[in-house]
């Protein structure tokens, strides 16, 4: 079965610095997808960015952008002029390609925090 | 379009009592799922469906029960509900087809607990 690790439980950054966190996964599988979450204190489930295995090219969404390496089944997010909007858990989440399967498999979570 | 709604957002339960947990989506998504999130675990899968009349179970199954008898609702039901079962639950739903990476949709949330 797959597992995704997320080995910063809280992290911390200051106002307009760069933040990486990270997350490991575990699959035997070679075409998967892979998502960064985030969770402000509303509660809702927001998608940030999204990673396709097959393709080489990291992902990028304005300040959000992946560092994917397959071979070390590795998938870290950095967050560019951190803001303050950006506190918030943040799960790392693997989902396999295969037909059928719809079913996302979460890290434990990164609480973020934005020191202003 | 309203997205994913979940009623209650807010319950209290005692020990044996059951209670269902709604969600519904506007989308016409195929395939919705539960999950719940406690604290320092992340967010585990329950129960999922790619259709109505189609459920399978997830990772944390047990004391849960779930149908699928339309394409826009899809109830949890706790049949006895105990203190473990304390938690967040989030309802999700998605298409499915292509494109294959599509984005799953989440329900606001229900914080449940159990005395």
């Known amino acids: 079965a797959q597992t995704v690790t997320q080995s910063q439980p809280e992290m911390s950054v200051q106002e307009a610095e760069t933040v990486t966190l990270s997350c490991t996964y575990d699959t035997s599988e070679s075409d998967y997808y892979l998502f960064w979450y985030k969770q402000p204190p509303s509660r809702q489930m927001i998608l940030v960015i999204r990673?396709?295995?097959?393709?080489?090219q990291n992902a990028t969404e304005n300040r959000f952008s992946v560092n994917f390496q397959k071979a070390a089944k590795s998938f870290s997010l950095k967050i560019s002029d951190s803001q303050l909007g950006d506190a918030a858990m943040y799960f790392c989440?693997?989902?396999?390609?295969?037909?059928?399967?719809?079913?996302?498999?979460f890290g434990k979570g990164t609480k973020l925090s934005v020191i202003p | 379009n309203a997205g994913v709604t979940q009623t209650p957002k807010f319950q209290v339960l005692k020990t044996g009592q059951s209670m269902t947990l709604q969600c519904a989506q506007d989308m016409n998504h195929e395939y919705m799922s539960w999950y719940r999130q406690d604290p320092g675990m992340g967010l585990r899968l329950i129960h999922y469906?790619?259709?109505?009349?189609?459920?399978d179970q997830g990772e944390v199954p047990n004391g849960y029960n779930v149908s699928r008898s339309t394409t826009e609702d899809f109830p949890l039901r706790l049949l006895s509900a105990a203190p473990s079962q304390t938690s967040v639950y989030f309802c999700?739903?998605?298409?499915?087809?292509?494109?294959?990476?599509?984005?799953?949709?989440f329900g606001p949330g229900t914080r449940l607990t159990v005395l």
């Open positions: 989440a693997y989902r396999y390609s295969g037909a059928g399967s719809y079913q996302l498999t």
């Open positions: 999700a739903s998605s298409p499915i087809g292509l494109p294959r990476d599509n984005e799953q949709f």
């Open positions: 990673q396709e295995a097959y393709k080489q």
């Open positions: 469906s790619v259709g109505a009349g189609i459920t």
